[in-house]
């Protein structure tokens, strides 16, 4: 019913590398396709949030392109974190507790209206509930972003995920 590149390179390599991908994906398929970078954007949107920390596994060199990409799409960063890795193997290996500590870091930067876990090889979807109750802002985690966007475009009803914040009752 629909198709997702549950990767999040886009970001690093700007948002328009994903567009041009679910246009080539849905025309190969013949259903909608999405990505989990875009959809990180469309929570963003629907969420009426300018404003996020963004919290990544990335060097910082790739984060610095992540930012630029953000901000290209009109977000401000005001707070980040990074842990300046550069394969996914580690990426998968940063503990969601430690993932968790980056959001509380990058928020202690500047007022946020959202949190970012920008990687979907990075853990960010197993504290993504208890931040939320924690810090009372949306966390977007770009793994179950993509999967939040799969769903939508396949016409399922989203609020029957638990448990990965309260993006899936949008």
Known sequence: AA???NGSKGGDH???VDERLC????AASGVPAVTAALATLDLLHALDVTRIALVTPYT??????GL???AA???SVTGERHSGLS???????VPPAEIAAMARAALADGPAQAIVVFCTNFHGAPMVAALEAETGL???????AGVWAVLKAADFDTRAVNGWGRIFAL
Do not use: H
Request: hydrophobic share 45%; glycine share 8%; aromatic share 14%.
């Open 87 to 93: 394969d996914n193997l580690s990426y998968g290996a």
């Open 14 to 16: 700007g948002f328009e």
């Open 3 to 5: 198709i997702c590149w």
């Open 68 to 70: 630029a990409s953000f």
């Open 138 to 144: 949306p966390v977007i985690d770009s793994a179950a």
């Open 73 to 75: 799409k009109g977000f």
């Open 60 to 65: 910082t060199t790739a984060q610095a392109r």
């Open 23 to 26: 246009a080539e994906m849905s």
